[in-house]
Antibody, heavy 116, light 107 residues
Framework: QVQLLQSGTEVKKPGASVKVSCKAS????????VTWVRQAPGQGLEWVGW????????NTAEKLQGRVTMTTDTSTSTAYMELRTLRSDDTAVYFC?????????WGQGTLVTVTP | SYDLTQPPSVSVSPGQTANITCSGD??????VCWYQQKPGQSPVLVIY???KRPSGIPERFSGSNSGNTATLTISETQPMDEADYYC??????????FGTGTRVTVL
């Protein structure tokens, strides 16, 4: 069965960077894009960006451009999302999802807390 | 930027029909997905490409998209359907945009 397993909770200081991993299994990793979505406490879903493992193409939400890097490692079927220069309003649960017909399978989420 | 607007909340009695709207400029020109999210859980895709149900999603969930409004309909609503629902549109130009979210309460 399709599974996306994300790395664990992170606590970071403002200005630091965080790298979240998302290990896929149960499907051909290169054949589907990976979408990243975040959700601040008590708030709605916010798209972060998208990456295509098969060719490395990426697209990032305009408000995060310049601070986000999304990569994939097809040898380990793992996607990564790095967010730099963290601010308090980056505190959120970060989800990865397989992009098939929409975001059809989701990881369990990774809580990133930015606190002084 | 492209905005998708949903009502903050919808209340429905068990067994009745809930309609959740999602409004955006010329939305009918985009593919729309709908996600269900229960507290503390990851979202679940319930509708894709406007009106298609993924395997395992009950038939009581249906979708439509016309003009500037997409609609998620939950027929014969059950208490287990109580959740937050988000629409999402995407195409090659706007990529992913999520709606503001609607909390469905089954009274």
């Amino acid at each position: 069965q399709v599974q996306l397993l994300q790395s664990g909770t992170e606590v970071k200081k403002p200005g630091a960077s965080v790298k979240v991993s998302c290990k896929a299994s149960g499907y051909s990793f290169p054949s589907y894009g990976v979408t990243w979505v975040r959700q601040a406490p008590g708030q709605g879903l916010e798209w972060v960006g998208w990456t295509a493992p098969y060719n490395g193409n990426t697209n990032t939400a305009e408000k995060l451009q310049g601070r986000v890097t999304m990569t994939t490692d097809t040898s380990t079927s793992t996607a990564y999302m790095e967010l730099r220069t963290l601010r308090s309003d980056d505190t959120a649960v970060y989800f990865c999802a397989r992009h098939g017909n929409g975001a059809d399978y989701w990881g369990q989420g990774t809580l990133v807390t930015v606190t002084p | 930027s492209y905005d998708l607007t949903q009502p903050p909340s919808v209340s429905v009695s068990p067994g009745q029909t809930a309609n959740i709207t999602c409004s955006g400029d010329r939305l009918e020109n985009e593919y729309v997905c709908w996600y269900q999210q229960k507290p503390g859980q990851s979202p679940v895709l319930v509708i894709y490409q406007d009106d298609k149900r993924p395997s395992g999603i009950p038939e009581r969930f249906s979708g439509s998209n016309s003009g500037n409004t997409a609609t998620l309909t939950i027929s014969e609503t059950q208490p287990m359907d109580e959740a937050d629902y988000y629409c999402q549109a995407w195409d090659s130009s706007i990529l992913y945009v999520f709606g503001t979210g609607t909390r469905v309460t089954v009274l």
